[in-house]
């Protein structure tokens, strides 16, 4: 039995909802560290508080992934989770520009971040379930359309509030300007209601079809026996002795050398990991298995294929944080000359900021669909490898940029970049994935997005500050740097799936 072959409005409706979610998530990205900045925050202070919503990530993502592959409700079974997350990150959103404080916002990008890797990570898993593999390029190549758009609009929205409607892009101190707040509101409304479209036109196979699929058959996970129980009792106790050992030592540093405490966050949770793999060891070693037991040993028998992106994910990502977290102060101070966030410099530069993330994110949209044609012409890693050495270039060329109009062109190469990151990785994934896991694994790659993130916010901030001067435009430079590694590292990336491109086939 093999899945049929889905039509372009199906596949349409089925990615609709990330629409609502980038649309969310644009308006965090490019407005955070600017209301950080409104609320009181030093420029090199504003990475850790990013880092409540990352660890969020790291924990929410798996978890989900765990339970959506075991669920099954009136709504099926990934769905459940899509909607959960909308109604709590629309709630977020609207109060996210309303903080009185700098904590009350921190607290709400990190429910808002945990609201939407609710809603994100089943939808990964939705295209695995739903599609055939040679369906699966062109149904993340749909996603990164939808998520195009949906940044799109969600970045410019305080641009098009104050110079099309004539609403205010400044305030008085410590006061979110009124362009940004109705700009969260109406990002509320639209994720809400794009993740319904999908929850309400869209249908899952029942875990009786999925078990009934030949390529699933294929990818089944043998029993284990005695001997291979015993091994995995003993790969969990090593790999926690390590990672504790390594926690432990990358902890002095910081202390030894009196650095920014931010550090510890990342050495003291490599221990904390250690830790966690060395209490399942124990639990298996009693012969229970449960879910945290499952999560933290599959975490150590990912598929090859998994493996091999977990590095391209890392730089790709920690590149994609540098600018998100850097850009509007990177842009402000190095090109417009100010770090006053009160001046109509600074904020005419904040605005032109969400119009240069508008613009890489229209990039991606438009290129989203051509990226399934380059992979069947060349591969899937030679596309991948273009688009990233594209975004990294852009970023490095910010540094030599004057004139705030040539922005533009360096914003053409990080939508390709971006467009590729959002589809090409979750393509040659998925095809590598056990189906009863599915969820879980789409879940457990989110690590690769998450760590890299609070590595750029325990790192770059001590980088700027002690290194660069205060300048936050080698941040950019490095994220430059990143992306083209990442690339680089696609090479070494095993994918051999056949490829479809023409959407309107089966229409």
Not at 13 to 29: D, E, T, V, Y
Not at 112 to 139: C, H, K, W, Y
Not at 362 to 368: E, K, N, S, T
Not at 451 to 470: C, E, H, K, W, Y
Request: net charge neutral.
């Amino acid at each position: 039995m093999k899945k049929r072959n889905l039509s372009f409005w199906e596949i349409w409706n089925m990615s609709f909802g990330f629409l609502g979610i980038q649309f969310g998530f644009a308006l965090q990205n490019a407005n955070t560290s600017r209301i950080f900045e409104t609320l009181g925050a030093e420029v090199e202070r504003i990475p850790i508080l990013w880092i409540a919503a990352p660890v969020t990530g790291l924990v929410v993502q798996p978890i989900i992934g765990y339970f959506s592959d075991r669920t099954w409700t009136r709504l099926g079974r990934r769905r459940p989770y899509f909607l959960v997350g909308a109604v709590l990150a629309s709630i977020a959103l609207c109060i996210m520009p309303n903080s009185p404080s700098l904590w009350v916002a921190a607290g709400m990008l990190w429910i808002m971040d945990a609201s939407i890797n609710i809603s994100m990570e089943p939808f990964r898993a939705f295209v695995g379930d739903n599609l055939p593999s040679e369906q699966r390029t062109l149904g993340f190549a749909m996603q990164s359309f939808f998520i195009g758009i949906g940044a799109v609009v969600g970045s410019v929205m305080p641009y098009v509030f104050t110079n099309w409607f004539g609403i205010s892009n400044t305030a008085p101190e410590g006061v979110i300007p009124d362009s940004v707040k109705w700009s969260f509101y109406v990002g509320a409304a639209v994720f809400l209601l794009s993740v319904l479209w999908t929850v309400f036109r869209s249908r899952e196979y029942t875990p009786e079809e999925l078990d009934a699929f030949a390529e699933n058959q294929q990818r089944e996970t043998p029993s284990l026996t005695a001997e291979g129980e015993s091994l995995r009792v003993s790969k969990l106790r090593s790999y926690g002795v390590v990672m504790i050992l390594v926690g432990i030592v990358a902890t002095f540093f910081p202390y030894y050398f009196n650095l920014q405490k931010e550090l510890y966050i990342l050495t003291v949770g490599i221990g904390l990991i250690g830790v966690l793999f060395m209490l399942a060891a124990a639990v298996r070693s009693r012969n229970v298995e449960n879910g945290f037991v499952v999560i933290m040993t599959d975490l150590l028998y990912m598929p090859k294929t998994m493996k091999q992106l977990a590095s391209v994910q890392f730089f790709s990502w920690f590149a994609l944080f540098s600018m998100w977290i850097y850009t509007t102060q990177a842009v402000t101070g190095h090109i417009y000359g100010t770090t006053d966030p009160t001046s109509q410099v600074y904020n005419d530069g904040a605005d032109w900021v969400t119009v240069l993330f508008g613009v890489y994110n229209g990039v991606a949209a438009l290129v989203a669909f051509l990226l399934p044609v380059l992979a069947k012409m060349t591969s899937r890693k030679i596309t991948h490898l273009l688009a990233l050495v594209l975004g990294g270039l852009g970023l490095i060329s910010v540094y030599f940029i004057s004139n705030p109009d040539w922005l533009l062109v360096s914003m053409i190469g990080v939508g390709v970049a971006w467009a590729s990151i959002l589809s090409v990785p979750y393509a040659m994934l998925a095809g590598a994935l056990p189906p009863k896991k599915m969820g879980y694994y789409m879940g457990v790659f989110n690590f690769f997005i998450v760590i890299p993130q609070m590595v750029a916010a325990t790192i770059l901030g001590f980088m700027v500050n002690r290194i660069f001067d205060d300048e936050p435009i080698y941040a950019l430079i490095i994220g430059g740097i990143s992306m083209i590694l990442a690339g680089l590292l696609t090479l070494r990336v095993e994918d051999h799936a056949v490829i479809a491109v023409d959407p309107l086939s089966e229409a």
